[in-house]
């Protein structure tokens, strides 16, 4: 089994509905956090999460909302999806300053 | 503010070609620097990373980094170039607090010729 679970992979949705997408992980981390991905802009920061009771908000979080229901679960939800929301979103966990992270496989959400 | 820059957002090279991917970081501490790599349909995987020890770091698939203080440089490098390293390569700092967010930079697209 992967580290860093994502569900679901892939995700077709209408302009105005609500989504949840899910992350899990059995690495045992502290810190999660949500990444959107689009061609030529990199990793944006939409969420993190230091611990269940910690959310911190990142570079691009308007629409977008996060509940950490365990250690090992993050959630990000999009309250009413827009089409310029269609990405590629990644969960990631981490531990220690020096390891990095460790990435989900990605869930490619489209609006349509 | 800690930042990376990638010169390149494109590069592509011939088979069995030395790869060079360029990063450039500007922190105001000593820095922890990684490269992931990302093929088609998949999430991130660390590459290498440096935290302080040998300033010559050498990853998974042949790949290796440089860490230069003085030119503040951490240039990824393949002496031979495969069609399986097509991918996308990202540099990343970490930030210098304690919240352990990684400053990445935009990307390099790495294309393999024939």
């Known amino acids: 089994d992967a580290d860093v679970t994502q569900t679901p992979r892939n995700r077709i949705t209408k302009t105005g509905k609500r989504i949840m997408l899910e992350c899990s992980q059995t690495k045992g981390h502290d810190r999660m956090y949500w990444y959107r991905q689009d061609p030529g802009l990199g990793l944006q920061l939409i969420y993190y999460?230091?611990?269940?009771?910690?959310?911190n908000k990142g570079e691009i979080s308007d629409g977008y909302s996060v509940s950490r229901q365990a250690q090992a679960k993050f959630s990000l939800s999009l309250e009413s999806a827009i089409p310029n929301q269609t990405a590629l979103y990644f969960c990631?966990?981490?531990?220690?300053?020096?390891?990095?992270?460790?990435f989900g496989s990605g869930t490619r959400l489209t609006v349509v | 503010a800690q930042s990376v820059t990638q010169l390149g957002s494109h590069v592509s090279v011939s088979e069995g070609a030395l790869v060079l991917l360029r990063c450039n970081y500007s922190?105001?501490?000593?820095?922890?620097l990684f490269w992931y790599v990302q093929y088609p349909n998949q999430g991130l995987q660390l590459l290498l990373k440096?935290?302080?020890?040998a300033t010559l770091v050498k990853g998974i698939n042949g790949f290796e980094a440089e860490f230069k203080k003085s030119e503040t440089s951490f240039h990824l490098t393949k002496p031979s170039a495969h069609m399986s390293d097509a991918a996308e390569y990202f540099c990343?700092?970490?930030?210098?607090?304690?919240?352990?967010?990684?400053?990445w930079g935009l990307g390099t697209s790495l294309a393999v010729n024939p």
């Open positions: 999460s230091f611990d269940v009771k910690d959310i």
């Open positions: 990343a700092v970490s930030d210098a607090g304690n919240n352990r967010k990684l400053i």
């Open positions: 922190s105001s501490v000593p820095p922890y």
């Open positions: 990631a966990t981490s531990d220690n300053r020096a390891n990095g992270y460790t």
């Open positions: 440096y935290t302080s020890a």
